[in-house]
C-alpha cells in the first residue's frame, strides 16, 4: 500500500463494468451483452448524423463546453412535465442539475450532505454505486434488508436505522423506482414512508428505469423540499456511452449540488447528443412498448419452469434464482449457469444470489431463451423445461 493513501481505501476494489467476462478489455461485441441494463438499440442513424454534423460545424473542440448547461436543463424539464402530464412550467431549468452519468449526481450528493458529518441508508440488494461511491468518501453505509419472497424494504429496520440517534446519524435514504437488481416498484406502502422520512433527512428516488415503469414520484416533489429524484440518458434513451445524468428536484438543493459539481462535468459532445435525444425523444422511445412486450414473454416462459423462480418485473430487465439455490445456502448453481450461458454466448449478470437479465432485441431474446433452456436441461436433465 502507498504511504500516502487513505488506509480505509486499501480495502476497495475498483467498480468491475463487466464483472462476468473475466477481462479488462472491451467486451466482445460477439456476446448478446445482456449484463448491463443498456438499450439494445444504438441512436437511430439519421440522428447520428445530426450529431455528426453538429460536430462538424458547432462543436469548437478548443473551447470549454458550456458550463451552465441552461439550454439542456430547459429541455429537460419539459421532458420532466411531459413525462408525468404535469403542465408545461411546472419544473423549470431551476429544478434541474445534470452529472457525468447519475453516478456523479450520486457522489455529489454524498458530498453535499454526509462528507465528514453523516451516514445513508440503503436496502439491500439494491444499486451498489450508493454504497461503493460513499465508501471511497469515507461514509458509513447503514444497510437493511428486504423480503425476500417480494422483495419489500424491511421498514421496520430502516425506520429503527434512522430514528436510532446513531453516530453519525442517517443523512440520506437511497431507494430505486423500480430496483435494480430485483427490478420491482416500490409499493405504495415503502412510498407512505418515504413521505413520512423527517425532512432533516434526505430522499434519493432514483428513477433510471423510469420509461419501462411508467410511475414516477416526480409530481410529489413540491410537497417535499428534502427529495430528490435522480434519472438517466443510459438507459430508455439509449446513450450510455455519453454519460448523462440528471436531477429534479427543489431549486434550493439545485443550487447546493450546482455549488459542488466540477464546471465542465459534461463534454460538448455529450451535451449536444443529450439535446438531440430530448428533441427527438418520442422516435427513440418508440421502442419501449417492445421492450415491455418482450419481458412479458420472457417471464412467461420461464414462469413455469420447476427449476427457476422469476420474478415480475417494472424494468428493462429479469431477476432470476435457481429454486436448489433458494434451498441451498451456498448457492453456488448460478456461477455454473452464469458461465455456461457465456460459453454460450449470453452475458448476464451474476448478482445477489441469482441473475440479472437485461432484455435485449427479440433476436437475443430468443437466442437467450433458447440457451437458458440448454443449460437448464444439461444441469437438470430430468426435468424437461
Ligand atoms: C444504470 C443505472 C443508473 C445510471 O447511471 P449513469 O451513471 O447515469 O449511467 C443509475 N441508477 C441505477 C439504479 C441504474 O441501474
Not at 103 to 127: H, K, Q, Y
Not at 331 to 358: A, C, E, M, P
Given at each position: 500500500?502507498?504511504?500516502?493513501?487513505?488506509?480505509?481505501?486499501?480495502?476497495?476494489?475498483?467498480?468491475?463494468?463487466?464483472?462476468?467476462?473475466?477481462?479488462?478489455?472491451?467486451?466482445?461485441?460477439?456476446?448478446?451483452?445482456?449484463?448491463?441494463?443498456?438499450?439494445?438499440?444504438?441512436?437511430?442513424?439519421?440522428?447520428?448524423?445530426?450529431?455528426?454534423?453538429?460536430?462538424?460545424?458547432?462543436?469548437?473542440?478548443?473551447?470549454?463546453?458550456?458550463?451552465?448547461?441552461?439550454?439542456?436543463?430547459?429541455?429537460?424539464?419539459?421532458?420532466?412535465?411531459?413525462?408525468?402530464?404535469?403542465?408545461?412550467?411546472?419544473?423549470?431549468?431551476?429544478?434541474?442539475?445534470?452529472?457525468?452519468?447519475?453516478?456523479?449526481?450520486?457522489?455529489?450528493?454524498?458530498?453535499?450532505?454526509?462528507?465528514?458529518?453523516?451516514?445513508?441508508?440503503?436496502?439491500?440488494?439494491?444499486?451498489?454505486?450508493?454504497?461503493?461511491?460513499?465508501?471511497?468518501?469515507?461514509?458509513?453505509?447503514?444497510?437493511?434488508?428486504?423480503?425476500?419472497?417480494?422483495?419489500?424494504?424491511?421498514?421496520?429496520?430502516?425506520?429503527?436505522?434512522?430514528?436510532?440517534?446513531?453516530?453519525?446519524?442517517?443523512?440520506?435514504?437511497?431507494?430505486?423506482?423500480?430496483?435494480?437488481?430485483?427490478?420491482?416498484?416500490?409499493?405504495?406502502?415503502?412510498?407512505?414512508?418515504?413521505?413520512?422520512?423527517?425532512?432533516?433527512?434526505?430522499?434519493?428516488?432514483?428513477?433510471?428505469?423510469?420509461?419501462?415503469?411508467?410511475?414516477?414520484?416526480?409530481?410529489?416533489?413540491?410537497?417535499?423540499?428534502?427529495?430528490?429524484?435522480?434519472?438517466?440518458?443510459?438507459?430508455?434513451?439509449?446513450?450510455?456511452?455519453?454519460?448523462?445524468?440528471?436531477?429534479?428536484?427543489?431549486?434550493?438543493?439545485?443550487?447546493?449540488?450546482?455549488?459542488?459539481?466540477?464546471?465542465?462535468?459534461?463534454?460538448?459532445?455529450?451535451?449536444?447528443?443529450?439535446?438531440?435525444?430530448?428533441?427527438?425523444?418520442?422516435?427513440?422511445?418508440?421502442?419501449?412498448?417492445?421492450?415491455?412486450?418482450?419481458?412479458?414473454?420472457?417471464?412467461?416462459t420461464f414462469s413455469k419452469n420447476p427449476e427457476l423462480?422469476?420474478?415480475?418485473?417494472?424494468?428493462?430487465?429479469?431477476?432470476?434464482?435457481?429454486q436448489?439455490?433458494?434451498?441451498?445456502?451456498?448457492?453456488?448453481?448460478?456461477?455454473?449457469?452464469?458461465?455456461?450461458?457465456?460459453?454460450?454466448?449470453?452475458?448476464?449478470?451474476?448478482?445477489?444470489?441469482?441473475?440479472?437479465?437485461?432484455?435485449?432485441?427479440?433476436?437475443?431474446?430468443?437466442?437467450?431463451i433458447e440457451r437458458l433452456k440448454t443449460v437448464l436441461n444439461s444441469l437438470y436433465p430430468q426435468v424437461t423445461a
Open positions: 500500500m502507498l504511504p500516502f493513501i487513505r488506509s480505509d481505501l486499501a480495502k476497495f476494489s475498483a467498480y468491475k463494468p463487466h464483472p462476468g467476462s473475466n477481462t479488462a478489455e472491451p467486451v466482445a461485441t460477439q456476446f448478446d451483452r445482456l449484463d448491463t441494463n443498456e438499450s439494445p438499440y444504438d441512436l437511430p442513424i439519421e440522428l447520428k448524423k445530426k450529431l455528426a454534423a453538429n460536430y462538424e460545424r458547432i462543436i469548437e473542440t478548443n473551447r470549454y463546453p458550456d458550463g451552465g448547461h441552461q439550454n439542456l436543463k430547459r429541455a429537460i424539464a419539459g421532458y420532466v412535465n411531459e413525462s408525468v402530464s404535469l403542465p408545461p412550467n411546472t419544473f423549470s431549468e431551476n429544478n434541474i442539475s445534470v452529472g457525468n452519468g447519475s453516478d456523479e449526481l450520486i457522489r455529489s450528493i454524498l458530498i453535499a450532505t454526509c462528507l465528514g458529518e453523516g451516514s445513508i441508508l440503503v436496502a439491500n440488494p439494491t444499486f451498489s454505486m450508493y454504497g461503493i461511491t460513499a465508501q471511497t468518501l469515507g461514509i458509513p453505509v447503514i444497510q437493511v434488508g428486504r423480503n425476500q419472497e417480494n422483495f419489500e424494504i424491511d421498514l421496520q429496520a430502516a425506520q429503527t436505522a434512522i430514528e436510532q440517534n446513531q453516530n453519525p446519524p442517517v443523512r440520506v435514504v437511497f431507494v430505486v423506482h423500480p430496483n435494480s437488481p430485483t427490478a420491482n416498484p416500490l409499493t405504495e406502502t415503502e412510498i407512505n414512508w418515504l413521505r413520512k422520512i423527517p425532512e432533516n433527512i434526505l430522499v434519493v428516488i432514483d428513477e433510471a428505469y423510469f420509461e419501462f415503469c411508467q410511475h414516477s414520484l416526480v409530481s410529489e416533489l413540491q410537497n417535499h423540499s428534502n427529495w430528490i429524484v435522480l434519472r438517466t440518458f443510459s438507459k430508455a434513451f439509449r446513450l450510455a456511452s455519453m454519460r448523462v445524468g440528471y436531477c429534479v428536484a427543489n431549486p434550493n438543493l439545485i443550487a447546493i449540488l450546482e455549488k459542488v459539481r466540477l464546471p465542465y462535468n459534461l463534454p460538448s459532445f455529450s451535451i449536444a447528443a443529450a439535446l438531440i435525444a430530448m428533441e427527438n425523444r418520442h422516435t427513440l422511445l418508440e421502442t419501449i412498448p417492445q421492450t415491455i412486450s418482450e419481458r412479458i414473454n420472457f417471464i412467461e423462480k422469476i420474478w415480475q418485473s417494472s424494468a428493462n430487465f429479469v431477476f432470476l434464482k435457481l436448489q439455490d433458494l434451498l441451498n445456502p451456498e448457492q453456488k448453481g448460478f456461477v455454473t449457469l452464469t458461465q455456461r450461458l457465456k460459453d454460450n454466448g449470453t452475458l448476464v449478470r451474476q448478482i445477489s444470489g441469482g441473475l440479472r437479465i437485461t432484455i435485449g432485441t427479440p433476436e437475443e431474446n430468443i437466442r437467450t
